[in-house]
Protein backbone atom coordinates (compact mmCIF):
# COMPACT_ATOMS: atom_id res chain seq x y z
CA UNK A 1 0.00 0.00 0.00
CA UNK A 2 1.49 3.60 -1.31
CA UNK A 3 1.43 6.50 1.27
CA UNK A 4 -0.25 8.34 -1.95
CA UNK A 5 -1.46 7.54 -5.42
CA UNK A 6 -1.08 10.52 -7.61
CA UNK A 7 -3.43 10.49 -11.02
CA UNK A 8 -1.60 12.27 -13.41
CA UNK A 9 2.25 13.45 -14.52
CA UNK A 10 1.96 17.07 -15.36
CA UNK A 11 3.19 20.00 -13.16
CA UNK A 12 0.51 19.36 -10.85
CA UNK A 13 1.72 15.80 -10.31
CA UNK A 14 5.44 16.05 -10.59
CA UNK A 15 5.43 18.71 -7.84
CA UNK A 16 3.38 16.74 -5.56
CA UNK A 17 5.50 13.72 -6.02
CA UNK A 18 8.49 15.27 -5.63
CA UNK A 19 7.73 16.93 -2.35
CA UNK A 20 6.09 13.53 -0.72
CA UNK A 21 8.78 11.58 -2.00
CA UNK A 22 11.21 13.84 -0.54
CA UNK A 23 9.39 13.98 2.80
CA UNK A 24 9.87 10.44 2.46
CA UNK A 25 6.48 8.93 1.89
CA UNK A 26 5.80 6.16 -0.35
CA UNK A 27 4.01 7.77 -3.68
CA UNK A 28 3.34 6.29 -7.11
CA UNK A 29 2.64 8.62 -9.74
CA UNK A 30 0.10 7.41 -12.41
CA UNK A 31 0.27 8.07 -16.36
CA UNK A 32 -2.18 7.36 -18.82
CA UNK A 33 0.59 9.16 -21.86
CA UNK A 34 3.74 7.50 -22.16
CA UNK A 35 6.37 10.08 -21.19
CA UNK A 36 8.02 12.28 -21.98
CA UNK A 37 4.15 13.52 -23.40
CA UNK A 38 3.19 16.36 -25.63
CA UNK A 39 0.63 19.16 -23.80
CA UNK A 40 -0.57 21.53 -25.57
CA UNK A 41 0.49 24.88 -24.08
CA UNK A 42 2.57 27.54 -24.89
CA UNK A 43 4.50 26.84 -22.07
CA UNK A 44 5.01 30.70 -20.38
CA UNK A 45 5.89 29.71 -16.56
CA UNK A 46 6.89 32.26 -13.97
CA UNK A 47 10.12 32.06 -12.81
CA UNK A 48 8.38 32.25 -9.17
CA UNK A 49 7.90 28.54 -9.28
CA UNK A 50 11.60 28.35 -8.29
CA UNK A 51 10.80 29.29 -4.45
CA UNK A 52 9.23 25.88 -3.80
CA UNK A 53 11.68 23.86 -5.11
CA UNK A 54 15.58 23.17 -4.37
CA UNK A 55 16.28 21.79 -7.51
CA UNK A 56 17.49 24.06 -10.51
CA UNK A 57 14.69 23.97 -13.58
CA UNK A 58 17.60 25.32 -15.94
CA UNK A 59 17.90 22.59 -17.91
CA UNK A 60 14.21 22.23 -18.87
CA UNK A 61 14.18 25.93 -19.94
CA UNK A 62 13.99 26.81 -23.70
CA UNK A 63 14.36 30.42 -23.51
CA UNK A 64 13.84 33.51 -21.34
CA UNK A 65 11.84 36.41 -22.56
CA UNK A 66 12.23 40.17 -20.82
CA UNK A 67 9.88 41.90 -22.90
CA UNK A 68 6.16 41.75 -23.91
CA UNK A 69 4.22 43.51 -26.73
CA UNK A 70 0.57 44.43 -26.42
CA UNK A 71 -1.38 44.87 -29.68
CA UNK A 72 -5.12 45.70 -30.47
CA UNK A 73 -5.52 44.12 -34.11
CA UNK A 74 -1.82 43.58 -35.00
CA UNK A 75 -1.26 48.04 -34.83
CA UNK A 76 -0.60 50.43 -31.68
CA UNK A 77 1.95 48.40 -29.74
CA UNK A 78 2.58 48.98 -26.80
CA UNK A 79 5.91 47.66 -25.74
CA UNK A 80 6.93 46.63 -21.52
CA UNK A 81 10.57 45.33 -20.61
CA UNK A 82 9.61 43.28 -17.69
CA UNK A 83 11.42 44.88 -14.52
CA UNK A 84 11.70 41.03 -12.87
CA UNK A 85 14.92 39.72 -11.58
CA UNK A 86 14.23 36.75 -13.75
CA UNK A 87 13.07 37.19 -17.04
CA UNK A 88 9.56 34.56 -18.04
CA UNK A 89 10.72 31.22 -18.57
CA UNK A 90 9.56 29.83 -21.73
CA UNK A 91 9.38 25.97 -21.64
CA UNK A 92 8.94 23.02 -24.05
CA UNK A 93 5.65 21.40 -21.63
CA UNK A 94 7.06 17.87 -22.90
CA UNK A 95 10.62 18.74 -21.53
CA UNK A 96 9.75 20.43 -18.28
CA UNK A 97 7.06 18.33 -17.21
CA UNK A 98 9.51 15.58 -17.56
CA UNK A 99 12.18 17.09 -16.21
CA UNK A 100 10.08 17.50 -12.86
CA UNK A 101 9.18 13.81 -13.21
CA UNK A 102 12.81 12.83 -13.33
CA UNK A 103 13.44 14.56 -10.16
CA UNK A 104 10.31 12.85 -8.15
CA UNK A 105 11.82 9.86 -9.16
CA UNK A 106 15.85 11.11 -7.92
CA UNK A 107 13.58 11.01 -4.87
CA UNK A 108 11.94 8.04 -4.36
CA UNK A 109 8.53 8.60 -6.37
CA UNK A 110 7.24 5.41 -8.71
CA UNK A 111 6.35 6.47 -11.99
CA UNK A 112 3.72 4.41 -14.06
CA UNK A 113 3.17 5.92 -17.50
CA UNK A 114 0.66 3.95 -20.14
CA UNK A 115 -1.40 3.61 -17.05
CA UNK A 116 -4.67 5.17 -17.35
CA UNK A 117 -6.80 5.68 -14.59
CA UNK A 118 -9.90 3.85 -14.78
CA UNK A 119 -11.94 4.32 -11.21
CA UNK A 120 -11.68 4.72 -8.16
CA UNK A 121 -13.01 2.94 -5.14
CA UNK A 122 -12.68 4.10 -1.79
CA UNK A 123 -12.52 0.95 1.16
CA UNK A 124 -12.79 2.65 4.39
CA UNK A 125 -9.42 3.43 5.49
CA UNK A 126 -7.75 3.79 1.72
CA UNK A 127 -8.47 4.39 -2.10
CA UNK A 128 -8.34 1.57 -4.31
CA UNK A 129 -7.59 3.12 -7.96
CA UNK A 130 -7.99 0.99 -10.79
CA UNK A 131 -5.90 1.23 -14.06
CA UNK A 132 -5.85 -0.59 -17.22
CA UNK A 133 -2.57 -2.28 -15.46
CA UNK A 134 -4.77 -3.62 -12.39
CA UNK A 135 -5.62 -1.56 -9.25
CA UNK A 136 -3.37 -0.18 -6.77
CA UNK A 137 -4.09 0.64 -3.24
CA UNK A 138 -2.98 3.72 -1.16
CA UNK A 139 -3.85 5.72 1.59
CA UNK A 140 -4.13 9.08 -0.24
CA UNK A 141 -5.06 10.45 -3.26
CA UNK A 142 -4.04 13.59 -5.06
CA UNK A 143 -6.02 13.91 -8.53
CA UNK A 144 -3.67 15.87 -10.94
CA UNK A 145 -5.45 14.54 -13.80
CA UNK A 146 -5.67 17.99 -15.51
CA UNK A 147 -8.27 20.22 -17.02
CA UNK A 148 -10.32 17.04 -18.65
CA UNK A 149 -9.72 14.10 -16.53
CA UNK A 150 -12.29 11.97 -14.81
CA UNK A 151 -10.77 12.06 -11.26
CA UNK A 152 -13.17 15.12 -10.16
CA UNK A 153 -16.34 13.47 -11.26
CA UNK A 154 -15.25 10.08 -9.81
CA UNK A 155 -14.41 11.78 -6.49
CA UNK A 156 -17.98 13.26 -6.22
CA UNK A 157 -16.85 17.19 -7.80
CA UNK A 158 -18.83 18.77 -9.59
CA UNK A 159 -18.36 19.18 -13.69
CA UNK A 160 -15.85 21.88 -14.39
CA UNK A 161 -16.64 23.72 -17.56
CA UNK A 162 -13.24 23.53 -19.57
CA UNK A 163 -13.40 25.62 -22.66
CA UNK A 164 -11.74 24.90 -25.93
CA UNK A 165 -8.03 26.81 -26.85
CA UNK A 166 -5.99 25.90 -30.02
CA UNK A 167 -1.95 25.66 -29.90
CA UNK A 168 0.19 25.58 -33.42
CA UNK A 169 3.75 25.31 -32.90
CA UNK A 170 5.63 27.20 -35.76
CA UNK A 171 9.11 25.74 -36.03
CA UNK A 172 12.05 28.14 -35.79
CA UNK A 173 12.64 30.64 -38.42
CA UNK A 174 15.67 33.22 -39.11
CA UNK A 175 13.80 35.54 -37.47
CA UNK A 176 13.33 34.55 -33.67
CA UNK A 177 12.34 36.80 -31.37
CA UNK A 178 12.64 36.73 -27.51
CA UNK A 179 9.44 38.81 -26.93
CA UNK A 180 6.19 37.76 -25.99
CA UNK A 181 3.44 39.19 -27.88
CA UNK A 182 -0.31 39.89 -26.55
CA UNK A 183 -2.98 41.08 -29.11
CA UNK A 184 -6.33 41.66 -28.21
CA UNK A 185 -9.33 42.68 -30.66
CA UNK A 186 -9.12 39.87 -32.73
CA UNK A 187 -10.73 37.13 -30.53
CA UNK A 188 -14.24 37.90 -28.30
CA UNK A 189 -13.86 38.02 -25.02
CA UNK A 190 -9.79 36.52 -25.14
CA UNK A 191 -6.54 37.10 -27.16
CA UNK A 192 -3.98 35.37 -28.80
CA UNK A 193 -0.40 35.02 -27.58
CA UNK A 194 2.69 34.36 -28.84
CA UNK A 195 5.43 32.64 -27.07
CA UNK A 196 8.89 32.26 -28.00
CA UNK A 197 11.10 29.28 -27.49
CA UNK A 198 14.31 28.19 -28.42
CA UNK A 199 12.89 25.48 -31.18
CA UNK A 200 10.47 28.39 -32.61
CA UNK A 201 6.91 30.10 -31.44
CA UNK A 202 3.67 28.65 -29.36
CA UNK A 203 0.84 30.60 -30.93
CA UNK A 204 -2.28 30.39 -29.12
CA UNK A 205 -5.68 31.14 -29.05
CA UNK A 206 -8.55 31.27 -26.30
CA UNK A 207 -11.20 32.85 -24.77
CA UNK A 208 -12.34 33.48 -20.79
CA UNK A 209 -15.78 34.29 -21.11
CA UNK A 210 -18.86 33.43 -23.33
CA UNK A 211 -19.42 30.45 -25.43
CA UNK A 212 -17.01 28.31 -27.72
CA UNK A 213 -14.76 30.39 -30.01
CA UNK A 214 -15.54 29.74 -33.43
CA UNK A 215 -13.11 30.51 -36.48
CA UNK A 216 -10.33 29.76 -34.26
CA UNK A 217 -7.99 27.86 -37.03
CA UNK A 218 -8.78 30.84 -39.24
CA UNK A 219 -8.08 33.66 -37.33
CA UNK A 220 -4.82 32.04 -35.75
CA UNK A 221 -3.31 31.24 -38.79
CA UNK A 222 -4.31 34.80 -40.34
CA UNK A 223 -2.56 36.05 -37.33
CA UNK A 224 0.87 34.07 -38.12
CA UNK A 225 0.92 35.22 -41.34
CA UNK A 226 0.45 38.41 -40.95
CA UNK A 227 3.14 37.61 -38.52
CA UNK A 228 5.47 36.68 -41.50
CA UNK A 229 5.57 32.87 -40.16
CA UNK A 230 5.88 30.15 -42.51
CA UNK A 231 3.04 27.59 -41.65
CA UNK A 232 4.35 25.39 -44.20
CA UNK A 233 5.69 23.03 -41.11
CA UNK A 234 3.58 23.90 -38.35
CA UNK A 235 1.67 21.44 -35.90
CA UNK A 236 -1.92 22.60 -34.86
CA UNK A 237 -3.61 21.36 -31.15
CA UNK A 238 -6.36 21.49 -29.29
CA UNK A 239 -6.59 21.75 -25.65
CA UNK A 240 -8.81 22.66 -22.95
CA UNK A 241 -8.06 25.31 -20.48
CA UNK A 242 -10.17 25.84 -17.24
CA UNK A 243 -10.91 29.16 -15.34
CA UNK A 244 -10.90 29.81 -11.86
CA UNK A 245 -14.83 30.43 -10.96
CA UNK A 246 -14.26 30.99 -7.23
CA UNK A 247 -13.61 29.12 -3.84
CA UNK A 248 -14.92 25.69 -3.66
CA UNK A 249 -14.11 22.77 -1.93
CA UNK A 250 -10.92 20.26 -2.82
CA UNK A 251 -11.39 17.84 -0.69
CA UNK A 252 -12.89 14.70 -0.31
CA UNK A 253 -12.19 11.64 2.01
CA UNK A 254 -8.60 10.74 1.60
CA UNK A 255 -8.38 13.15 -1.81
CA UNK A 256 -7.44 15.95 -2.96
CA UNK A 257 -7.67 17.63 -6.33
CA UNK A 258 -4.23 19.53 -7.48
CA UNK A 259 -3.59 21.44 -10.79
CA UNK A 260 -5.64 22.21 -13.15
CA UNK A 261 -8.16 19.73 -12.09
CA UNK A 262 -9.45 21.78 -9.03
CA UNK A 263 -10.37 25.12 -11.20
C1 LIG B 1 -3.40 26.19 -25.72
C2 LIG B 1 -2.98 26.30 -24.27
C3 LIG B 1 -1.95 27.18 -23.91
C4 LIG B 1 -1.56 27.32 -22.56
N1 LIG B 1 -0.52 28.16 -22.26
C5 LIG B 1 -0.10 28.29 -20.98
C6 LIG B 1 1.03 29.11 -20.65
O1 LIG B 1 1.68 29.70 -21.52
N2 LIG B 1 1.39 29.19 -19.34
C7 LIG B 1 0.71 28.52 -18.35
O2 LIG B 1 1.08 28.65 -17.16
N3 LIG B 1 -0.35 27.73 -18.64
C8 LIG B 1 -0.76 27.59 -19.92
N4 LIG B 1 -1.82 26.76 -20.21
C9 LIG B 1 -2.47 26.03 -19.10
C10 LIG B 1 -1.60 24.85 -18.66
O3 LIG B 1 -1.36 24.00 -19.78
C11 LIG B 1 -2.27 24.06 -17.52
O4 LIG B 1 -2.63 24.97 -16.50
C12 LIG B 1 -1.35 22.99 -16.94
O5 LIG B 1 -0.97 22.04 -17.90
C13 LIG B 1 -2.06 22.27 -15.78
O6 LIG B 1 -1.15 21.34 -15.23
P1 LIG B 1 -1.68 20.05 -14.48
O7 LIG B 1 -0.49 19.33 -13.96
O8 LIG B 1 -2.78 20.42 -13.55
O9 LIG B 1 -2.39 19.17 -15.64
P2 LIG B 1 -1.81 18.59 -17.01
O10 LIG B 1 -0.54 19.25 -17.38
O11 LIG B 1 -2.94 18.65 -17.98
O12 LIG B 1 -1.48 17.09 -16.65
C14 LIG B 1 -2.51 16.17 -16.38
C15 LIG B 1 -1.99 14.78 -16.70
O13 LIG B 1 -2.97 13.82 -16.29
C16 LIG B 1 -2.99 12.78 -17.25
N5 LIG B 1 -4.28 12.09 -17.16
C17 LIG B 1 -5.51 12.55 -17.52
N6 LIG B 1 -6.44 11.61 -17.32
C18 LIG B 1 -5.80 10.52 -16.81
C19 LIG B 1 -6.21 9.23 -16.40
N7 LIG B 1 -7.50 8.82 -16.47
N8 LIG B 1 -5.29 8.36 -15.92
C20 LIG B 1 -3.98 8.73 -15.82
N9 LIG B 1 -3.52 9.95 -16.22
C21 LIG B 1 -4.42 10.83 -16.70
C22 LIG B 1 -2.80 13.51 -18.58
O14 LIG B 1 -2.34 12.64 -19.59
C23 LIG B 1 -1.76 14.56 -18.20
O15 LIG B 1 -0.43 14.12 -18.42
C24 LIG B 1 -2.22 26.58 -21.55
C25 LIG B 1 -3.24 25.68 -21.90
C26 LIG B 1 -3.62 25.53 -23.25
C27 LIG B 1 -4.71 24.55 -23.60
Redesign the pocket.
Known sequence: MFDCII?????????AAYHLAKGGKSVVV????S?P?Y????????PQVQQWFDFDFTPAISLKAESVRYTWKMDDPVEVKLDTQEPVWMVQ?DVF?HYLIQQAQKQGAEIRDN????GVEFKGDHWQVN?VNGTVEGRYVIA????????AKWLGFKERKSR????LEVPKSDTNSKEIHFDFGQVKNGFI?N?PKAEGY?I???SLRGGDLKDMEKIVKGYAEKSGLDLSSCKQ??????VWEGQEKLHTQNAVL??????
Not at 7 to 15: E, K, Q, Y
Not at 145 to 151: C, E, K, L, W
Not at 237 to 242: D, K, L, P, R, T
Open positions: VGAGPAGGTLEKELRKACSGAVSRDTAVTTADGATGPMLALAWISGLGHEGAICAGEANT
